[in-house]
T-cell receptor, first 115, second 111 residues
């Protein structure tokens, strides 16, 4: 069956440019999450969507980061005016949140490198 | 402040040498504790969810247990393909929202 997919798998950009990262969750999953994983930092939460709304944006590190979800499905994470410290692997996960199924299933990630 | 601590940071095992990984947590209102496995260059792969103290779950050579303060992941007779980083995460509070992850235990199993 289809899992969570993310694109692009790799993105190299120059400092100051904007980037968009895409996540396609597992079909039917109502909840969608963004995390990032940096060397030495572990996995840190960024934002959580339930349907198209974001009840928890507490992990977004600055106002340069934003995310949206449309049609209760695809989500885009946008980073404006990228900085070198934004370099990390950005991971998306989705969850059914019904019938006792609360586990989050992760995609392969997008590796972002800011030069 | 909520905390999730995993130990050891790294573990090197001979094939067949059983061992345990520890995940200790300090959170308010635990909803669930999750174990994941992560291979290099890939996203975390879900292994287990534990919801209440005393609960145990098994899958092949892995067994996860939960108490009120910690969880253990037991690896019985490991094989080289069990080499990976094992991540523990907790979900707490009033929603099935964010997972808070520990730093992981990197396991290497040699033939």
């Amino acid at each position: 069956g289809a899992g969570v997919s993310q694109s692009p798998s790799n993105k190299v950009t120059e400092k100051g440019k904007d980037v968009e990262l895409r996540c396609d969750p597992i079909s039917g999953h109502t909840a969608l999450y963004w995390y990032r994983q940096s060397l030495g930092q572990g996995l840190e939460f960024l934002i959580y969507f339930q349907g198209n709304s974001a009840p928890d944006k507490s992990g977004l590190p600055s106002d340069r980061f934003s995310a949206e979800r449309t049609g209760g499905s695809v989500s885009t994470l946008t980073i404006q005016r990228t900085q070198q410290e934004d370099s990390a692997v950005y991971l998306c996960a989705s969850s059914l949140l019904a019938g006792g199924n609360y586990e989050q299933f992760f995609g392969p990630g997008t590796r972002l490198t800011v030069l | 402040e909520d905390q999730v601590t995993q130990s050891p940071e790294a573990l090197r095992l001979q094939e067949g040498e059983s061992s345990s990984l520890n995940c200790s947590y300090t959170v308010s209102g635990l909803r669930g504790l999750f174990w994941y496995r992560q291979d290099p260059g890939k996203g975390p792969e879900f292994l287990f969810t534990l919801y209440s103290a005393g609960e145990e779950k098994e899958k092949e050579r892995l067994k996860a247990t939960l108490t009120k303060k910690e969880s253990f992941l037991h690896i019985t007779a490991p094989k080289p393909e069990d080499s990976a980083t094992y991540l523990c995460a907790v979900q707490a509070g009033d929603s099935w929202g964010k997972l808070q992850f520990g730093a992981g235990t990197q396991v290497v199993v040699t033939p």
